[in-house]
């Protein structure tokens, strides 16, 4: 797993699992550029999208609202992933800057970290076969 600070390109990978936390209903600038920046080889090589964002710990049922964070940039840079994983993700103050720990108190949103990751790991072993890889 790399952070897009440190992924050059996809040359040399078989698949790309690319995603990102929420901001705003929309994923953090950084990765959504690298997406931009690198659309045309994004489909040539099987490439999945997955979000975390605490939408779904609200409402689970929100699964809609939550794969539309990712429409726009599809629609934008062209890119097709073969799936959208969508996952609770965390509100854990220390790892927030303070004006975004304003926005989710003022918005009482809970805090914990409400990562699943045996439902990860099973996305990722049942997305595996589509990205042509063994799970
Ligand atoms: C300022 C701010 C805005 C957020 N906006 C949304 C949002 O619009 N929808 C959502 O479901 N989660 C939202 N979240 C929750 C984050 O997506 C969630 O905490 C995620 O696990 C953060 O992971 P990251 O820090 O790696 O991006 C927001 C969090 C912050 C701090």
């Avoid at 599809?74 to 993700?89: A, S």
Wanted: aromatic letters at 8%; a negative charge; glycine letters at 10%.
């Amino acid at each position: 797993m790399l952070a897009v600070g440190d992924a050059s390109d996809t040359s040399g990978y078989d698949a790309v699992i690319v995603g990102s936390g929420v901001r705003a209903g929309s994923w953090h600038g950084s990765v959504k550029k690298w997406v931009a920046d690198n659309a045309g080889a994004l489909t040539d090589v099987p490439t999945t999208f997955f979000t975390a964002c605490l939408t779904l710990q609200a409402d689970p049922g929100k699964t809609d609202e939550v794969r539309a964070y990712t429409d726009a940039l599809i629609q934008e840079t062209g890119v097709k992933p073969l799936d959208v994983g969508l996952f609770k993700g965390l509100n854990e103050p220390k790892l927030f800057s303070l004006p975004e720990r304003l926005i989710l108190k003022a918005l009482k949103s809970p805090q914990g970290d409400f990562r699943e990751m045996d439902v990860v790991a099973a996305w990722t072993r049942s997305i595996a076969p589509s990205l042509g890889l063994h799970s």
